[in-house]
């Protein structure tokens, strides 16, 4: 068995980055997966970020905004599995628990046992953040854990990591005391020892945190093996995490907080021997897998980090641990909890109530009748006239009532009310077919009634009436070209290919569209087509003379912003300052961390952040970009 813990910074990333969640799990290769940080909010559980087929998943989300945030933790777990439903393997949980305290439930909201000392404020407070999913396996008992971030100068954080670990502790002393197996996996935000850190000061192991930690340890005897630090006791620089502000991880510049912990008895029977644990009995291997971090060691060197923004690393600034498990038995059979995520409202949906599906039915059969009604296919010849269409549409029902269609919905003459709304029918169709008539498209010789409902139907020969021009109004206007000499250019404008197809027009209708003239003289079109052609001709020269213009002045404007942009260039080149370490311009940055400083814009070495031992990292210049003016 291979579990692997992961902090993603945002799954949704995560996901995208690799095309899918299912290639992002079969990466891996593993049968439990521990994701940490994946900044969803529970409305946005889709199917697509929590289901991938052969596995199931287990979320915890944010259910505060404290200070403005929301999914900014959240925590899930997803276990490889061949059946989702009775199978006696070990990744597919037996149980599952959003949270550690109890509270958040669905069913009983009961503090767990051992922590009646908490109250119930206290502990909703702590869990409300999503940082805590539980699978029990059988064989032992999977923590997923995201531990909370607090500063050095933030007390409110500070002391509510206290407590977060503390109830943590307390659930995890319950649990052995009962005889269970504990794994804890995930992103715990404390290095424990300075060898786990890259710039370790003298105080660095005084930290409150870090002495907690090492205190859970079997080393200082506490219950935990730390299984990368029992499997590699001297390795240094084993980091898992890089600031992503800096390049630091170019450099390898770090520190490690994620870990894989396991506490309790081996599996075996026998239990006399002291060399007797889980670590040393059944955990194979457990290392960190480089390859997922987002600088890789065949990149080329790149020691200009210009502030992060624009050297942008793709993936996490963590790197998952993973840790391979030999001699795990099956467990009994047993079903996937229903904390897991295809049991989820959001992905499942809502399960229905007999009642509303009636309701349905009978409302989609009342929408299928009157669409059916507002649709029936009326037929026309080649005349078309209003009376016709009429007979055609009664035609129409008669022969839908005889083929069967309508028997027993419009057909039956022992309900008068079915009689009565066959007769309201016919007469919508009427209406409709004498509206359509109205719309009718002449194509050749043959027209088509539209079969569209009555309202359609007015609509449509509403917006024929006014924007369809009819044959008489082209005649129209050729008749005033002809009489009126003070006409726009525009009004004289015609078709050259359409006079052809217009002289060859019956003689009965061009005497109608005409009070002067019986005949359209062709040489006066001819001669209007020339003289226009002149006109278009000189009118397009002086657009063309127009647009050389306007490029000119664009062209001018550009080369003027240009050379202005060069000048605010060097100016500030000039007065950004050279580091001391490597003679190179500095980088400007801007405090954000609230303060007397706040605001306060200053220079720094543009290098990634390394070891001070390597002359290519970051020097470690500092310059504020101004200095305040003196008061007098």
Not at 496 to 520: A, C, G, R
């Amino acid at each position: 068995m291979k579990i692997v813990t992961y902090n993603v910074n945002g799954l949704r990333q995560r996901v995208s980055q690799f095309g899918s969640l299912r290639n992002l799990l079969d990466s891996f290769d593993a049968d439990i997966i521990c994701f940490q940080e994946t900044k969803l909010r529970r409305q946005e559980l889709k199917s697509d970020l929590v289901m991938a087929d052969g596995y199931e998943s287990f979320f915890s989300c944010t259910r505060t905004s404290d200070k403005g945030r929301t999914g900014y933790s959240g925590v899930a777990t997803f276990c490889r599995v061949k059946s989702a439903f009775p199978s006696t393997e070990v990744a597919l949980p037996v149980a599952a628990e959003e949270g550690f305290t109890g509270l958040l439930e669905t069913s009983g909201s009961k503090i767990m046992e051992g922590l009646e000392d908490f109250s119930k404020d206290e502990l909703l407070k702590i869990d409300s953040e999503g940082r805590c999913v539980i699978t029990d396996h059988g064989h032992f008992i999977l923590f997923n854990v995201y531990g909370p971030r607090a500063d050095s100068e933030d007390t409110v954080r500070i002391q509510f990591k206290l407590q977060f670990f503390h109830v943590l502790q307390k659930r995890w002393e319950f649990l052995l005391c009962q005889g269970r197996r504990i794994f804890v996996a995930g992103d715990l935000n404390i290095a424990p020892a300075a060898i786990d850190r890259c710039d370790a000061g003298p105080d660095f192991a005084k930290n409150e945190f870090r002495i907690w930690f090492r205190s859970m340890l079997v080393e200082s005897g506490g219950s935990f093996f730390d299984v990368f630090r029992s499997k590699h006791p001297e390795r240094r620089e084993a980091y898992t995490c890089w600031p992503s502000n800096t390049g630091a991880e170019q450099f390898n510049y770090g520190t490690r907080i994620d870990h894989i912990l396991c506490a309790g008895p081996c599996l075996h029977q026998k239990h006399d021997l002291q060399s007797h644990n889980f670590v040393t009995c059944h955990v194979n291997e457990c290392d960190i897998l480089v390859d997922y971090k987002r600088w890789k060691p065949g990149n080329a060197p790149s020691y200009r980090w210009k502030g992060g923004m624009s050297t942008r690393l793709e993936g996490s600034d963590h790197a998952p641990v993973y840790m391979c498990l030999g001699e795990v038995p099956e467990i009994p059979q047993h079903s996937t909890p229903s904390l897991a995520s295809r049991y989820l409202p959001i992905i499942r949906g809502v399960q229905q109530t007999l009642v509303s599906v009636l309701m349905k039915r009978e409302v989609a059969k009342q929408g299928k009748s009157c669409k059916f009604s507002g649709s029936l296919p009326a037929e026309s010849d080649s005349t078309g006239d209003t009376e016709d269409c009429s007979e055609n549409v009664d035609r129409s029902l008669n022969n839908y009532c005889d083929s069967g269609i309508l028997q027993g919905v419009y057909c039956s003459s022992s309900n008068q009310e079915s009689e009565g709304e066959f007769t309201k029918t016919i007469e919508n169709c009427r209406d409709s077919a004498n509206v359509a008539s109205h719309s009718t498209i002449t194509q050749g010789s043959s027209k088509h009634i539209s079969p569209f409902p009555v309202d359609r139907a007015r609509k449509k020969a509403k917006k024929s009436q006014v924007g369809q021009l009819s044959l008489k109004s082209f005649f129209h206007k050729r008749s005033n070209v002809s009489h009126d000499d003070n006409n726009s250019i525009t009004d004289t404008s015609l078709n050259v290919n359409n006079s052809v197809t217009d002289t060859s027009l019956s003689q009965e209708e061009v005497p109608e569209s005409h009070h002067h003239s019986n005949k359209i003289p062709v040489t006066d079109h001819s001669c209007s087509v020339h003289e226009l052609h002149g006109v278009n001709s000189s009118v397009c020269s002086c657009d063309q003379d127009e647009k050389k213009g306007k490029r000119f002045l664009d062209k001018e404007r550009n080369n003027v912003a240009l050379l202005e942009w060069r000048r605010i260039q060097q100016l500030m080149e000039t007065s950004i300052p050279l580091c001391k370490g490597h003679k190179e311009p500095c980088v400007a940055r801007v405090v954000k961390k609230p303060g007397p400083t706040f605001g306060r814009r200053f220079f720094v070495c543009a290098r990634a952040e390394g070891p001070a031992s390597n002359p290519e990292a970051n020097c470690g210049y500092f310059k504020w970009a101004f200095s305040k003016s003196k008061q007098k």
